[in-house]
């Protein structure tokens, strides 16, 4: 067995366990452990994982530092993992904030502007190409 590979690995101990990122169920980056959210794999005791699962679940409109973005699929991960270890969660939709609506809101006018631009220069194009075909039928080019 190569141990190399978990040598210089980041860890981070929750309930006496050393954790890597793929335990948590939010990671906001994967090389600071202080941004690891939500532990809900403990491998090898299902009664802790099942708690700690429960746990995320009960406190995730609590947990700060999950930005709005991420809250879907991180509440996917952790209902996932409950789903497969028999518990019953409801599936939730989260709301975007009125910035973030905003921020999508632009996003989406400069997208249509864009493909208003790509249209027009297809457009622009094709009319140059029948000039350049009219000229020449035409002799003058």
């Not at 699962?53 to 809250?71: C, L, W, Y």
């Not at 939730?92 to 009125?98: D, G, L, V, W």
Request: aromatic letters at 6%.
């Amino acid at each position: 067995m190569d141990k190399r590979k978990y040598v210089n690995r980041k860890m981070k101990t929750v309930d006496g366990f050393h954790l890597t990122a793929e335990a948590f169920a939010y990671v906001g980056d994967p090389h600071n452990p202080s941004t690891w959210k939500l532990p809900i794999i403990f491998r090898g005791d299902v009664k802790r994982t099942v708690n700690h699962i429960k746990n995320a679940i009960s406190r995730f409109d609590e947990v700060k530092g999950i930005p709005a973005t991420a809250r879907q699929s991180t509440w996917l991960v952790i209902r996932g993992a409950a789903l497969s270890h028999g518990l019953c969660v409801p599936d939730k939709s989260f709301a975007t904030t009125p910035d973030e609506k905003a921020q999508a809101k632009v996003e989406d006018a400069a997208q249509v502007m864009t493909e208003q631009k790509t249209e027009e220069q297809a457009a622009i194009a094709q009319a140059d190409e029948l000039t350049e075909r009219m000229l020449r039928k035409l002799g003058l080019e």
